[in-house]
């Protein structure tokens, strides 16, 4: 079962957090934000769910919680509301510079996401570029990592796992694409998306083709284990508690 609070979540802090590495690593991206006449600020400000800010430049994409700096705001007034932005591309209600909120989304916005979506739910022949399938790769693992957080701290099942997992930094990643730290405290997760400084676990992926492999099942972890190509160390159960969790993901990234 999908709780739609945890599922916005995810899509504010999984998904459309993921266009800070989109607009960091694709060319089409970059040359949406080129177009851009000034910076824009955009808030999604969900009643009873969560509540971010995408700051978009000419320089690229940073997400931050909360609503500060934002020059623009919509809201929505429920997770259920807010989750159908991203099924259906339905919006919310501008609350703050309307003009500005409707000119942005309908434009640059839509560009990014549309983009995004084509790399993370890639076509069999799209796929064969090679520069597209590493980067549909790494752009699915920031998501999932940015997934693990937000079901951690929200999803009724994810939170058994989370109840049980020390206090730390976890450091995931494919060795030589992408590293993100998994931070806990009190038994609340934060994604940050940068190698840890001393974690006190690490689970890293061999290579692309292997990181392909486990997200879209094609792969088995037990026998690349086996096979040494997922380096575990460290406090272990930390590990295996966000296993648990990347089973609910793939439930609410299906």
Known sequence: MIDPRAMAYVNLYGVLATLENLCAMDRSAKDILQKLSK?????FEVKGGPCGTLHFSKDGCKFSEGSENCT???HFGSPAAFNRLIDNSKPGLPTKNPVQVLSFLLGPFTALTNRL???LRPSADALKDREFFEESTILTFYTIVGGISALANTDPIARISAGNTVDGEVQVGIKGAASATIRVQNHVFTTVKQAAASPRAIMEFADI????????GTASTMNEMCKGRIRL????SMVDNINRILDRISVYLA
């Open 233 to 236: 160390a460290g406090m272990i």
């Open 72 to 74: 623009c705001k919509m």
């Open 117 to 119: 979506t084509e790399l």
């Open 209 to 216: 083709d292997l990181a392909h492999g486990l997200f879209t």
């Open 39 to 43: 910076p824009v600020s955009l808030c």
